[in-house]
């Protein structure tokens, strides 16, 4: 589907830009609630519906297949704060087949719960990090640990889907898969494992360099991996994505549309719009001049002064980024889709990398991935894709553009 030269969006994106506090290794967007204050909050959650309702008429989008409303902890909002935000997205998103709220166990009650049931939100993404309760606190996480598994019985009682997030590449007690298996004991059907990353400017990089924490090194931290990956599959959860679990049929629609480079429209303090630039008319796309995306990046400022950054990604970048963002699923590459939104097929593009790395590939009809087991490679096959594609932008026109909006 197209409007005026760019394809209708199908996900939709909401960026809660507040938390209860600040854990130690963040660098989301975030603002701590009670800081900020409710005129404040009242004041992003009116601003962030009204630009949603603006992208969406701008690009055509009536309706959304997905939507996402994350953070930050959506969770922690004030709940008539919550309602209004709600059922604002439902007038603009119509009914998605996938609608995802995250929160964080803390702040899941009775009254968040009834206010997803009557809006019509079907999925939850529970914020759990860890069950123990010194690797918590050492994240400064917000909550108790024991009040997680509380949390997840109460939205199971509610039909809702849940998904849980874990953290990866710390020493715990009782370890990662243990913590993941009693998740999944529970009924969680979808797990988000991440590797803690420590970003720059954080408290527990601060604490990593001065002694006071250490990571896994990357032995351990495969290792882990590993085991993890044998055991969810044993327990019926299957990697579909470098960090992501899922029971067949309960994958993440909202993060395939990322994956697979559909187009997005992000509203909210920090959020990103990523929406596909179509060729004129029913042409098909002319190598090396179509296959372009237009980003728009929000502000990240909670009183609406700043504008929009809007950068049109030249066809090359998006077609890297296609391959970046399939790298990370077990589905791969579509290269009949790759070669109708760029023009040529992508062994023409990055061919001598497909090559090299024929044996840690899995080809099946006209999609590429990368094998079990070399998913994890991802970064080393990136890196060789780049250098090929590095040499063929020399000389190459219509260069990344960046404008206000
Ligand atoms: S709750 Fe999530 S978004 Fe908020 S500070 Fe912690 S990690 Fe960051």
Partial sequence: MRVDGFSIPEA??????????????????????????????EGVITRTLDRAEAL????????????YVGGGTPS???????????????????????????????????????????????????????????LAQTLGRPGRPA???????????????????????????????QEARILIGEGVEHLSVYDLILEEGTLLEDLHRRG???????????????????????????????????????????????????SWLGAGPGAVSCVEVLPPGPSSARPGIDGASLRIEEARCLEGRQEAIETVVDPLDAAFESIMMASRTVVGLDRNAFASRFGYDVEELVGKTLATWLPKLRIEGRRIALAEGALDLGSAFLRDCLGEIEGRKQGSVGRTQTKKS
């Fill in 76 to 134: 922690c909002l004030p709940r008539p704060l919550l309602r209004r935000l709600l059922s604002g997205l439902g007038r603009i998103a119509g009914a998605p087949r996938e609608w995802t709220v995250e929160a964080n166990p803390e702040s899941v009650d009775p009254p968040f719960l009834d206010i997803l049931e009557e809006s019509g939100v079907n999925r939850l993404s529970m914020g759990i990090q860890t069950l123990d309760p010194s």
């Fill in 212 to 262: 006071d924490f250490a990571l896994m090194d990357e032995d351990e931290d495969a290792d882990e991996r590993e085991g993890l990956n044998e055991a969810l599959a044993g327990l019926g959860l299957l990697r579909y994505e470098v960090s992501n679990y899922a029971r067949p049929g309960t994958e993440s629609l909202h993060n395939c549309c990322y994956w697979r480079m559909g």
């Fill in 56 to 67: 969406a008429l701008r690009f055509g989008a009536d309706h959304f297949d997905t939507v």
């Fill in 12 to 41: 939709l994106y909401i960026h809660v830009p507040f938390c209860v506090s600040r854990c130690t290794y963040c660098d989301f967007y975030s603002n701590v609630a009670s800081r900020a204050g409710v005129d404040s909050m």
């Fill in 147 to 177: 009040d997680s598994l509380s949390a997840l019985r109460q939205a199971m009682m509610r039909k809702l889907r849940v998904s849980a997030d874990l953290i990866a590449g710390t020493g715990r007690e009782g370890g990662l898969i």
